[in-house]
């Protein structure tokens, strides 16, 4: 009868948490989405100066 009630209790909090994350998680994406492409465009530029920077090594015969 303890079991049966502590499932209730967790159904009865669970549930309304388990709806409330399903209707935030698009909304928290869309919010989230400007600073996933801001990360690639410096990932991008991070990726350009390591290759202007290591040219030079690269040009004279250096393996990485």
């Known amino acids: 009868m303890?079991?049966?009630?502590?499932?209730?209790?967790?159904?009865?909090?669970?549930?309304?948490?388990?709806?409330?994350?399903?209707?935030?998680?698009?909304i928290v994406w869309l919010l989230l989405l400007p600073f996933r492409l801001v990360g690639v465009a410096?990932?991008?530029?991070?990726?350009?100066?390591?290759a202007v920077i290591l040219l030079p090594a690269r040009l004279l015969g250096h393996r990485s």
Request: glycine share 6%.
């Open 2 to 26: 303890v079991a049966f009630l502590l499932w209730v209790i967790l159904f009865v909090i669970a549930g309304p948490i388990a709806l409330l994350a399903l209707l935030l998680f698009p």
């Open 42 to 50: 410096v990932e991008g530029l991070f990726a350009l100066l390591r």
